[in-house]
């Protein structure tokens, strides 16, 4: 087996254009989104991680989506955020990673999904956790905020949906977002108070 060149895992989260709950997730994706467009906007939290001998713990990086109704069908706007507070050799080891040019989960989505590939921006990244709330923001690119459906089975967890596709985890949180905005990469969306779909959950990739 060949050596990995590149291992992280971390935290995930995202939010989508698409009513609550969205229909690619249970789908594979194969149903056409609520919306003309799909925007999908993913914020990742590397807690370890490497590429080849460069550490990358505690970075973040960001991928900004918008497919037509079926993404499934491909022809996807695909651009990507690397985090500002990593240094020469990280920016280039996460740009590589993100773009899809070193393997692994981002490589597949160039490789069969992305027609129109809108490049790397480097900017920094918030990204918050806390309890059932998420939410990230890149100045001039996009923000969003999900929080988590909470059973009310009293454990404090939210619902799962399980067995999924979908790139960063198998098993994702359902989440509903107070507002999702994207700027960035030539694209425009504002929603607020919508209920529009969410997921967060860990993930671990390698290449």
Known sequence: ?????WELSGQYMESCNCDYLCPCIFTNPQEAATHEHCYALMAYRIDRGRYQTIALDGLKFALVIRSGRVMADGGWVFGVVIDAGASEA?????????????????????????????????????????????????PGVFAFEIEGVASRNRSGEPFYIDN???????????ARSKKTE???FGLSLSLSGKGNNGHFAPFAWAG
């Open 1 to 5: 087996m060949a050596e990995k060149t």
């Open 90 to 138: 990280q920016r280039n080891a996460l740009a590589a990673i993100a773009s899809g040019k070193a393997g692994g989960p981002p490589q597949m989505i160039r490789d069969n999904l992305v027609s129109d590939f809108r490049g790397v921006e480097v900017q920094p990244i918030e990204f918050t956790a806390d309890g059932l709330r998420r939410a990230a923001e890149i």
């Open 164 to 174: 999924t596709a979908h790139p960063a985890n198998r098993r994702l949180a359902l």
């Open 182 to 184: 994207v700027k960035g």
